[in-house]
Structure formats: C-alpha cells, structure tokens
T-cell receptor
Framework: KQEVTQIPAALSVPEGENLVLNCSFT??????LQWFRQDPGKGLTSLLL?????REQTSGRLNASLDKSSGRSTLYIAASQPGDSATYLC??????????FGKGTKLSVKP | GAGVSQSPSNKVTEKGKDVELRCDPI?????LYWYRQSLGQGLEFLIY????????KSGLPSDRFSAERTGGSVSTLTIQRTQQEDSAVYLC????????????FGSGTRLTVV
C-alpha cells in the first residue's frame, strides 16, 4: 500500500529565502508525481507534474525533482514571496490515475 | 465548462439525514475522482470513474457512501444517515486520459454534520 510522507509539516521563512519541501513515497512503482498548492478554504491548484520517466519539472520559481529509486521528490521554491504562503501537497499517482496524498507542508513566508 | 464545478459549496445537515454532493467535471474529461479532506488529515481517496468502466469504489469508507456518474459527465456523491465523523471537505477532480496533464480540482463542498 502506497504511503506518502511530507517533511516538514510546517515551515516559516523570511521573504526572499530559497526553500525545499520534501516528499517520500513507499512504493516506487508510480505513474507520476504531482505537487499541488492549497490555499485556506480553497481547492487544490496543480503546480507541477513529473511523469515516472522524468527527473524534474520547472515552472517559474518552482522546480520539482523525482528520484523513483529512492522514493523521493523535492519541491524547490526560489526567492520566496509572501504570496507563496499556502499548504503544499505531494501526491503519488498510480497507473489507474488515483492519487495518494501526503498530509502537506504548511508554508508561511514572512514579509 | 472552464473548470470543475462543485455544489453546494457549504452544507450543514443534521445527523442521520442524507446528503447529495454534486460535481460537474471539465467537458471532455473522462476520469472523475472524489476525495475527502478531514480537519488535520490528508486527502483520502473515495471513488474513481473512468469512462464507461465500472467505478473503483475501494476508498469508500462505509456502505453509507455511494456515487454515480450519469452520462459520463456529472457525478453525485450520496451520504446516507450522516454521522458527525462525515464532516469534511469533499473534493472532486477530473482529468483527461491518458494523464499527462494532471488533475483539475473543484473548490470542494464543506460538509458539517451537527
């Protein structure tokens, strides 16, 4: 049974810092790995999706990497801004399309 | 539509009542998923529809929960005889197949059972 763990559970940084969010999964037989952002009271916004054959994806200040063999993914946020404050969720996708989510990392970027 | 639409956005119901939650996926998306997010918990998979195939119901927590998808489009999640532990945000997502494009989630229905 796939289990996804995110560390840390919460993170507070000053504006401008570069930061890394960690995600680990127990079953390396994943179809893809997806990172989402969730703002309070809102749904999820897809940030980056990495297919199992890929090593990383980049979008603006965000970079996500995937190491299937070690069961790990990281989300790198460069030059953090207060608007980046949200909960970041990692999800491992199986071949049937179902996602198994971690519990998220709550990020607070202080001005 | 432009996005995944869920209704109602908020629902307060008395314990023991039945509720229906609606999801209208993106037009043309063949896959539809329901997830539940309880306070302080991660997202929990409930059920998955793919085209005309039999749905994957493996995540439904009890037989009080059921879902249907009519005409391969709109889906309804029904919870019978609601309990306080059913209080959560119920999220719907849709995706195209194959899934290189990821998921689009709706804003969810916040269900409160009193």
């Amino acid at each position: 049974k796939q289990e996804v763990t995110q560390i840390p559970a919460a993170l507070s940084v000053p504006e401008g810092e570069n930061l890394v969010l960690n995600c680990s999964f127990t079953d390396s037989a994943i179809y893809n790995l997806q990172w989402f952002r969730q703002d309070p009271g809102k749904g999820l916004t897809s940030l980056l999706l990495i297919q199992s054959s890929q090593r990383e994806q980049t979008s603006g200040r965000l970079n996500a990497s995937l190491d299937k063999s070690s069961g790990r993914s990281t989300l790198y946020i460069a030059a953090s801004q207060p608007g980046d404050s949200a909960t970041y969720l990692c999800a491992a996708g199986g071949s049937q399309g179902n996602l198994i989510f971690g519990k998220g990392t709550k990020l607070s970027v202080k001005p | 539509g432009a996005g995944v639409s869920q209704s109602p956005s908020n629902k307060v119901t008395e314990k023991g009542k039945d509720v229906e939650l609606r999801c209208d996926p993106i037009s043309g998306h063949t896959a539809l998923y329901w997830y539940r997010q309880s306070l302080g918990q991660g997202l929990e998979f409930l059920i998955y529809f793919q085209g005309n195939s039999a749905p994957d119901k493996s995540g439904l927590p009890s037989d009080r929960f059921s879902a249907e998808r009519t005409g391969g489009s709109v889906s309804t999640l029904t919870i019978q005889r609601t309990q306080q532990e059913d209080s959560a945000v119920y999220l719907c997502a849709s995706s195209s197949q194959p899934t290189p494009y990821g998921y689009t989630f709706g804003s969810g229905t916040r269900l409160t059972v009193v």
